[in-house]
């Protein structure tokens, strides 16, 4: 029996439906609407697209939303400037800087991505990137959570997904993705939002030896490498779910990271893609912006 495929649009217009809610009792209670500010540097195509999608979903939600556009030679400087100008901005309850800054090749001055995320205020810090809000998970005390694994948290707590005591493999060790997606499955009960916890976590990678072994281990496996198709049938155990976290787009198609048809013969479930792991980001990033926006206001 082919695996049962996990809706993460369907369950993204849930949350995104409660959080629309939240927000219309915020502004019915005298506040101003929540406020989210995203910054584009550069011309990056999926960038652009990130951005757009990003700003509808604010709209739909009845979050304000701004873009800063600067050029692709924007000086660390001048994008400094411009999180401190935003920073000082009561109106402003969220700020996202999108990723990736132009690199070199692409006509950019070689900005440091660390240097900019560390100058915006952690109550502003709608990804959680910042060293605050990254110490505050590793403490199991967070204050936001970082948009993707936040979303793979609510899409295996809203389908029942059991993962106390459970092996999750993630493979991959990202900032964004796999270092906190491992972190949050680790932590005790529900320090991290839903009661999705408890879970003993393989963090895998480049360098890992064997992951073919280590992923066949796995009653959930959780892909984020950026690879398209790396994740192959016959590393999956019979009956584990699958969650692909990749996009990658390969000519005109866009693929995950798991090789899906070779997938979805051996896992229980599995998030498709696109429609699993991506339209929860945007939703949770929503979420965050709610929650900015009633931190400020207390
Ligand atoms: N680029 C790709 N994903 C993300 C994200 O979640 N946040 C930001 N700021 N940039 C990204």
Do not use: W
């Not at 873009?67 to 969220?94: F, I």
């Not at 009960?189 to 992951?211: I, K």
């Not at 995950?256 to 998030?271: K, L, Q, Y």
Request: hydrophobic letters at 45%.
């Amino acid at each position: 029996m082919p695996a049962t495929r996990l809706d993460g649009k369907k369950i993204a217009a849930e949350i995104r439906s409660e959080v629309a809610a939240d927000v219309e009792t915020f502004v019915s209670g005298g506040n101003p609407p929540p406020q989210l500010a995203a910054v584009l540097v550069g011309e990056d195509p999926a960038s652009q697209v990130y951005v757009r999608n990003k700003e509808r979903a604010c709209e739909k939600a009845g979050i304000a939303s701004r873009l800063d556009r600067m050029p692709a030679a924007t000086t660390e400087a001048e994008l400094l400037a411009k999180v401190a100008e935003l920073n000082a901005d009561p109106a402003v309850s969220g700020i996202l800087v999108q990723l990736p800054l132009p690199a070199k090749a692409a006509g950019g001055t070689g900005i440091d991505e660390r240097a900019v995320l560390d100058a915006i205020d952690p109550i502003k810090d709608v990804d959680a990137f910042s060293p605050v809000n990254v110490g505050l998970l590793m403490q199991g005390r967070p204050r936001f959570l970082p948009c993707t694994p936040h979303g793979i948290i609510q899409l295996l707590h809203r389908t029942g997904i059991e993962t106390s005591g459970k092996h999750v493999v993630v493979v991959g060790r990202s900032d964004i993705v796999g270092k906190p997606m491992a972190m949050m499955l680790a932590q005790k009960d529900s320090t991290c939002g839903p009661a999705v916890a408890n879970a003993t976590v393989t963090l895998a990678h480049s360098r890992t030896q064997n992951l073919t072994e280590i992923c066949r281990q796995a009653d959930i496996l959780i892909a984020a490498v950026g690879r398209p198709e790396m994740i192959r049938g016959d590393m999956i155990q019979p009956g584990a779910v699958v969650i692909d976290v990749g996009i990658n787009r390969v000519g005109d198609k866009l693929v995950g990271d798991v090789a899906f048809a070779e997938a979805e013969s051996v896992a229980s479930a599995i998030t498709p893609v696109p429609g699993g792991v991506g339209p929860l980001t945007i939703a949770m990033l929503l979420h965050n912006t709610l929650m900015a926006a009633k931190l400020q206001a207390a």
